[in-house]
């Protein structure tokens, strides 16, 4: 491990006795805490998909199924079509974050560093539309996916109804062009007197210095089109298409009580499975690159 | 942790540096930069702003038999006579002020927390930011579930602990802190990790000086974690607001929208219900200007706040 | 056994029984024997109702006669300008329609394209696309596609979403395509359903089901309660006892629940008024009627039952699937509902059919109607909207075909005996062959549902402006749940209040 930046407490402090003891009894108490809020559910959830439709709404529950049975499981699996969610759920996501790391690197830096005129203008535009909620712009946003305007092309239940509203996201861009802001502005002078273009600047000099916050970005790229619910809803109709959540809540509608927690634990642990395997570069992304204060 | 070293100086070396720039090439810059922009600009203008004027357009109409008219302030007037808007916005600033309370504070705290520790912060933060990983849908079922009153896991942990059980979602006194505590703990990850990564940027010897000035720990946070993280909290605190007072999936799923005698009836779930239950868009439309005015009113006065305490 | 019509009992029926919806008079007036519906304007609905069904029936007659005649002597394809509701076979056409059944449901699928493929040897020249779907209709979606205008040719709706699609212009008109030949079985449909697709004087739409609603019961429970499973309480007085005793089985089941939740709590405050015999809003349509003796009693029973006798549980902001959950789980005594939710509590739940019984609806004075349709874009071309009518005509209005092809759901393991659709009128021949159909194929117990189907109760359409009055109203059906304090005649009169805000406003 490298050498501990110093925090809050000193390190001298917790070398005591009194803080040694403290230190391991704080921590023995947050690690059991977080465990049980954190993972508790989750254990409920996975057990819960083991138990029959009785053992699940019974009454005191039961810790470890009683006799634990895949039925629930199963019918959860048939009813969800798991693998074509699933599928089509990452490649949403995908497909929005290629986008995302196109267009709004390109429109955070030319905001940042080339500043065009009205440039603050356009930030400022991007940045109003933070304040305005989803489920107002719904109807508007849809009526214009069913028809684009000037081209006329109707988008609904193609990846581009969720590809191209997720390039409008002002919170990403806001992100990038803070951090291309503390990108020394001589370094882009001395790249123009080597006669490098912008383009080149930006591969060259500002990308790999924004690894970090190209992290960030992409988390909340993909989060987003992993979260979002209503959207999909509407423009992605037919059930070929649907996203996982989309998907789970059409099973959600009058379901046994333990087929419905099969089908979300089923949901989830692609999920959970992704996020454990590429936590490390996650957690370096999410940690590292945000604003600084 | 690092990477996090070697980037960190990058970061902090020029913050905010404005660039002096020469006047030359004006127009093949601004074309040549207009282009990179363009993309993201046309993006925003078919999804985002063109959507936003046809929603001030739809708010001054009403669409019968197929038929659009202008209607001029019927729908704001409709809308404000409609019982449901105060309750709507009642609750709204409840249910905001409780998520602060809960979806600010706790994060902010367990990050303080966490950065104490010499073992296990992995850990930890895994555990933090796992239901962020979970699709919304399921994780807000499973909360469901476990706030049936009668096998729901919350009261059979109550009853084992023999403390008396909650309604939760089914009173009109505990439903909004039930849907509050669900969306907690689906989304504190993702602000928890921000504040540690805030917190981990503050200069060990601020610490070491106000130690060596005698501050307690409490006065330490006071003195120097909070000024220190001040500006990452504040943009967050602006946003968390903002996303709160749009909260709408959670409750929709949880409650059904409105709740025990509306007390879960949020501004957002009534534009939804105008719009999708109502089939009337006039109002909808109406009620969602009210709303960005609102915010955007909200974040003026904020930013305006903020600039007069950082003058000051 | 299933000789239970709203005909019949419209007739026995107190005042204002389908008093929304507007009613019809058929008359002919082309010599190709096409319908016009006009409105009436005044007078008691019982009288228009008699009249209306006069007069359908000597159209109905004097219609098949015309187009005996027509198709033997005068319909000749090519003659200058004369209209034919009939499809040209040369034409080739492409419809598409909603609602399929999906890929979770394997023998709806099947059955849906043996359906086409068999509807294909009649009319080679008509292609179906069908879009399959898991939820026929979703607020959020529904609403979108109507203003998107993402609608398929032939789309799907519910009886009370009529003035939605009309506000939003989405519907064709196919008054004229629907006559005794397109649709042999016309005369044979109640005039009250066809009623709720017409508007205006004209015909929008054509039924795809319908059901009046009762209560369900588990008889199951009801025998472990030492209570009588062929008796399901008729009363709420009954309710309210029978429910006590159910509630006291313990274990967590409840003797009755009901809705508070989504707009579905004011749906079924509606219901349980009009089986009192009140009703929302007066004939004007504009103001709220139900501040009265008979809506607070509705409150009252479900006060009482939650907090002062017992028979309903702590489990509340229930919505749709929860109720029908619960049941097929063994944890629910009773509940009012549509009779399908037995289908779907033995189809998709699982439940064991042989549990479930279900009665008229308690008070007897009314009971809600409802169902769904499928109506036509406001686009289709003439030849759209004719293959789409024999489409419809084929899979959801022929005796002993499509849905009504008893035998094949019965091979297929569906469930057959469930007292719905029932849009054929009492004593028609279309009725008569869909019961013995029915009964001879039958796989649910259907004796389970003499008292339902020996008892009818008044059929009452759903209010204008549904879902919005529904909304108000659950804020009163939660209050009364949820909270011990709750005032019925404070709520009441809060609602009122806010519904002839919202009626002032629509």
Not at chain 1, 279 to 290: F, K
Not at chain 3, 26 to 43: A, E, F, V, Y
Request: hydrophobic share 45%; aromatic share 10%; with cysteine.
């Amino acid at each position: 491990m490298a050498a501990q930046t110093r925090t809050l407490i000193s390190q001298t402090q917790l070398s005591r006795p009194r803080g040694k003891v403290l230190y391991w009894t704080i921590f023995g108490l947050v690690v059991a805490v977080f465990t049980l809020v954190f993972i508790g559910p989750l254990y409920w959830m996975v057990t819960g998909g083991f138990k029959t439709t009785q053992e699940v709404i019974q009454n005191p529950p039961t810790l470890f199924p009683q006799h634990p049975q895949i039925d629930a499981y199963t019918a959860a699996w048939r009813q969800l079509n798991m693998a074509r969610l699933l599928f089509n759920t990452i490649y949403y996501a995908g497909g929005a974050l290629v986008l995302q790391l196109v267009f709004c690197v390109a429109a955070a830096y030319a905001l940042s560093k080339l500043r065009p005129v009205l440039g603050n203008v356009i930030l400022g535009l991007m940045l109003m539309t933070l304040m305005v909620p989803a489920a107002v712009l719904i109807i508007p946003q849809y009526v214009t996916v069913v028809d684009l305007p000037i081209v006329h092309v109707n988008l609904l239940n193609t990846p581009w109804a969720i590809w191209l509203p997720s390039v409008a996201n002002a919170f990403n861009i806001f992100l990038l062009k803070r951090f291309f802001d503390s990108i020394p502005e001589e370094l882009m002078h001395a790249a123009a007197i080597d006669g490098a273009s912008p383009l080149r600047t930006l591969w060259s000099i500002v990308l790999p210095m924004s690894r970090p916050i190209l992290g960030v970005v992409s988390i909340f790229a993909v989060v987003a089109v992993w979260k979002d619910f209503l959207w999909p809803l509407l423009v992605l109709q037919d059930p070929s298409k649907q996203t996982l959540n989309v998907g789970v809540n059409g099973l959600a509608v009058g379901i046994q009580q333990n087929v419905l927690i099969a089908g979300l634990t089923l949901a989830s642990v692609p999920a959970i499975i992704f996020f454990l395997i590429f936590q490390r570069g996650i957690m370096s992304g999410l940690t590292a690159g945000s604003l600084k204060g | 942790m690092t990477d996090i070293i070697e980037v960190g100086p990058i970061v902090a070396a020029v913050p905010h540096q404005r660039p002096r720039r020469t006047r030359t090439g004006g127009l093949r810059r601004n074309v040549r930069a207009h282009g990179f922009l363009i993309g993201a600009v046309a993006c925003f203008a078919l999804f985002s702003w063109y959507p936003m004027i046809r929603e001030f357009i739809m708010a001054f109409q009403r669409t019968k038999r197929g038929q659009t008219t202008w209607v001029g302030w019927t729908n704001l007037q409709h809308i404000t006579a409609d019982p449901a808007f105060w309750q709507a916005w009642r609750n709204t600033i409840m249910y905001t002020l409780l998520a602060l309370l809960l979806g600010f504070a706790v994060p902010f705290f367990v990050a303080v927390l966490l950065n104490e520790f010499r073992h296990g912060q992995a850990y930890l933060r895994i555990l933090v930011y796992l239901p962020v990983m979970l699709p919304q849908v399921a994780s807000t079922l499973l909360f469901r579930y476990f706030y049936d009153p009668g096998y729901g896991l919350f009261n059979q942990i109550l009853h084992f602990l023999s403390l008396p059980g909650s309604s939760w979602l089914a009173s009109k006194d505990t439903a909004l802190i039930s849907v509050v505590l669900a969306s907690t703990w689906m989304n504190m990850g993702g602000a928890t990790l921000i504040y540690l990564a805030a917190l981990q940027g503050i200069p060990g010897e601020l610490y070491e000086a106000a130690e060596l000035d005698g501050a307690g720990v409490f006065r330490r946070i006071w003195h120097v974690t909070i000024p220190q993280t001040r500006l990452i909290l504040s943009v967050l605190l602006l946003l968390q607001i903002v996303a709160t007072m749009q909260m709408f999936t959670e409750a929709f799923l949880l409650t059904g929208g409105s709740g025990p005698e509306g007390s879960t009836l949020t501004v957002v779930y009534l534009i939804y219900n105008y719009a999708f239950n109502f089939n009337n868009f006039g109002s909808a439309a109406a009620l969602g200007v009210v709303m960005l005015v609102v915010l955007a009113g909200f974040s003026g006065v904020y930013l305006w706040l903020e600039r007069r305490t950082k003058e000051a | 056994m299933y000789a239970r019509i709203y005909g019949e009992a419209t007739q026995d029926g107190g005042p204002g029984a389908l008093e929304y919806a507007k009613p019809l008079r058929w008359l002919p007036t082309t010599p190709q024997g096409s319908l016009i519906i006009g409105i009436h304007q005044k007078g008691s609905w019982m009288n228009t109702y008699r009249k209306m069904a006069a007069v359908a029936l000597a159209a109905g007659v004097g219609l098949s006669a015309a187009a005996c005649g027509s198709s033997s002597t005068k319909t000749t394809p090519g003659t200058g300008g004369s209209f034919s509701p009939v499809l040209d076979p040369a034409t080739k056409v492409t419809i598409s329609i909603d609602c399929a059944p999906a890929a979770n449901k394997p023998v709806e699928s099947k059955q849906w394209a043996d359906d086409v493929a068999a509807f294909n040897k009649i009319y080679p020249n008509v292609t179906i696309n069908a879009k399959p779907m898991t939820k026929c209709e979703d607020p959020a979606p529904f609403t979108a596609m109507l203003q998107g205008h993402t609608e398929t040719d032939v789309f799907y709706t519910y009886f009370t979403d009529k003035q939605q699609v009309l506000d939003s212009g989405a519907a064709a008109d196919i008054t004229k395509y629907v006559t005794p030949q397109t649709v042999p079985a016309l005369k044979d449909i109640q005039p009250a359903v066809l009623a709720l697709n017409a508007d205006g004087g004209k015909l929008y739409g054509l039924p795809r089901t319908n059901y009046t609603m009762g209560m369900i019961i588990d008889r199951a429970l009801f025998k472990r309660a030492g209570l009588d499973p062929n008796k399901p309480p008729t009363t709420w007085a009954d309710v309210a006892t029978d429910a006590a005793a159910i509630s006291k089985l313990g274990n967590g089941i409840s003797g009755y629940a009901d809705y508070s939740a989504a707009n579905t709590g004011g749906w079924h405050f509606t219901a349980e008024l009009y089986g009192l015999g009140g009703r929302m809003v007066d004939s004007t349509g504009k103001k709220a009627a139900f501040n009265t003796d008979l809506g607070k009693q509705v409150l009252q029973n479900l006060y009482d039952m939650r907090w002062k006798t017992g028979g309903i549980g702590a489990a509340q902001m229930i919505k749709w699937g929860d109720l029908q959950a619960a049941m097929a789980a063994g944890k629910l005594g009773m509940y009012i509902s549509a009779p399908d939710d037995i289908t779907y509590m033995t189809q998709t739940l699982k439940g064991n059919a042989s549990d479930y019984g279900i009665g008229p609806m308690p008070g007897t004075q009314g009971a809600l109607t409802g169902g769904d349709d499928y109506y036509f874009k406001k686009t289709d071309t003439p030849d759209q909207i004719k293959a789409g009518i024999a489409w419809l005509n084929f899979k959801l209005l022929t005796p002993g075909k499509g849905q009504f092809q008893y035998d094949r759901n019965k091979t297929g393991g569906l469930p057959v005996g469930i007292p719905e659709p029932e849009f054929f009128a009492a004593g028609s021949p279309s009725l008569t062959a869909d019961n013995s159909n029915k009964l001879a194929s039958a796989t649910l117990p259907v004796a389970n549902y003499e008292q339902f189907v020996s008892n009818p109760v008044t059929p009452v359409v759903e209010p204008p402006n549904a879902q919005a009055i529904y909304k108000v109203l659950d804020g009163a059906m939660s209050a009364v749940l949820t909270n011990k304090n709750a005032d019925v005649a404070q709520l009441l009169a809060k609602a009122e209040t806010d519904v002839n805000t919202v009626l002032a406003n629509s």
